[in-house]
């Protein structure tokens, strides 16, 4: 539940918007997820 309000809240900062690429908040929040558990590769 906290992993999903990260990535809804992640795709709503206005500085998303500058990103070179942009993420759905799905998507942030799969990123969130990896990296919490450390699997970035």
Same mark, same amino acid.
């Given at each position: 539940?906290?992993?999903?309000?990260?990535?809804?809240?992640?795709?709503?900062?206005? =500085?998303s918007g500058t990103?070179?690429? *942009? /993420? =759905?908040a799905d998507q942030?929040?799969? *990123? /969130?997820?990896?990296?919490?558990?450390?699997? *970035?590769?």
């Open positions: 539940a906290q992993a999903e309000r990260v990535g809804v809240m992640a795709e709503a900062d206005p =500085s990103n070179p690429i *942009l /993420f =759905s942030y929040q799969s *990123l /969130f997820l990896k990296a919490l558990k450390g699997n *970035l590769g």
